[in-house]
């Protein structure tokens, strides 16, 4: 069945993308006498770019993840997890252009490390921290990394479109196992990719401050997040009569997946919340105690909405089934994740200064309008079931 954007949903995009850029504005007008003004409008551009590139690379995870395992029962909802990686390569373009903004200002203030005054003995604002990360922490280096990130996730994204739409012709196997083994390698490149990426883009923010479990935290965050708008579209094309092949075995799955990846990210939180606080090191403490004296109701109100809202809401096999709660729950994550985002972000590069604004809520507005509007065009581009698919019988007749 081919897909066809409505009018309400393009209406909702266009009044996204309006009431975002409308926000924007009175946020950049309101605020460009204020000093931090460069530093938070640049923030804000960070923190939403990240966050909805996230959910597109999250998708493509997942994606992979399929393939590698040779999943059976995801064929029904292939299309809508491709569709939502499809936003990967425009919010990569984003994201680059925010980070090369940020490198010609010299870090903006976000990345005090670019700033030639940290590292350059004799300078007033000489950090000799900063000078011995260097060798890694240097403008080259962090763009030949981050062009890397990219491409390879370009590459092995546009790869796994072309094969699945090339399968809907020629059918048979040869593309599956093509994609089985690229999906395994994909894994390989992400399980590094995934870390060091959230170090230099997130973690280097607070440049005196690491550790080890950060870049398995953000990628439990955005494999979450890729969940949630994965339920919520799939919800969405059931509502308006698509998917016929889709049941409520499948949504029980997808709801599943979003508990376990909501309790995933949990179980990181506090690990590394735990491990830092009680063993009370300055310098890892310090991460803490901005974000606490900062941000204290929204960063455990954060903590709460992504870890008892799926827990007292999600646990019965009703809940993974009803759009009603799923939907409600699914909303009430992304925002939270949204939160966390923020937090990481503002925390090290504003920090007291940190508010959430028209800037920001503009900002996250025009871009979530745009993701929507690429996911719902994806959609349209291909037949909603991968007809040729080798497992999309054992999928249509999945039942749990």
């Not at 990481?344 to 509007?373: C, D, Q, W």
Request: aromatic content about 18%.
């Amino acid at each position: 069945m081919e897909f066809s954007i409505s009018t309400k949903a393009n209406r909702l995009t266009i009044i996204l993308i309006a009431v975002g850029v409308l926000f924007t504005a009175i946020g950049v007008f309101t605020n460009m006498s204020d000093h931090h003004f460069a530093t938070r409008l640049l923030t804000s551009g960070l923190v939403n770019s990240f966050f909805f590139m996230a959910i597109g690379l999250g998708a493509l995870f997942f994606l992979a993840l399929q393939y590698a395992t040779e999943t059976g029962w995801y064929a029904a909802v292939k299309r809508m997890i491709e569709a939502i990686a499809g936003f990967l390569p425009y919010g990569m373009g984003l994201l680059a252009l925010v980070l090369l903004v940020i490198t010609l200002m010299d870090g903006a203030h976000i990345y005090g490390w670019m700033d030639p005054e940290t590292y350059t003995k004799g300078s007033h604002h000489y950090d000799e921290i900063i000078a011995g990360k260097r060798p890694y922490l240097n403008e080259v280096f962090f763009w030949i990394r981050t062009l890397t990130y990219m491409a390879v996730y370009f590459i092995f994204f546009r790869g796994f479109r072309m094969r699945s739409l090339q399968e809907d012709q020629v059918g048979g196997t040869e593309l599956h196992f093509k994609n089985y083994k690229k999906g395994a390698l994909f894994l390989v490149f992400f399980a590094v990719f995934s870390s060091t990426s959230s170090w230099d883009w997130l973690m280097s923010i607070d440049v005196h401050w690491y550790s080890t479990l950060f870049g398995w935290y953000t990628f439990a965050g955005m494999w979450c997040s890729a969940m949630v708008v994965l339920v919520l579209l799939t919800l969405y094309l059931k509502s308006l009569g698509y998917l016929p092949k889709v049941n409520d075995s499948h949504i029980h799955d997808i709801g599943k997946w979003t508990f376990a990846t909501s309790f995933l990210w949990s179980y990181l939180w506090f690990s590394q919340f735990m491990l830092i606080w009680f063993a009370n090191i300055g310098e890892e403490v310090a991460y803490y105690m901005m974000r606490i004296e900062n941000f204290k109701v929204l960063y455990f109100s954060m903590f709460f909405i992504n870890f008892a809202f799926p827990m007292l809401i999600l646990m019965s096999r009703d809940a993974k089934r009803h759009a009603g709660i799923l939907t409600f729950v699914g909303l009430v994550i992304l925002a939270g994740h949204w939160i966390d985002v923020f937090i990481m972000v503002t925390g090290g590069s504003l920090g007291a200064n940190a508010k959430i604004g028209f800037m920001e809520i503009g900002m996250a507005l025009l871009l979530a309008g745009l993701f929507i509007r690429v996911v719902l065009t994806n959609l349209s581009k291909a037949p909603l079931t991968p007809v040729n698919h080798p497992f999309l019988d054992e999928s249509v007749h999945h039942e749990i």
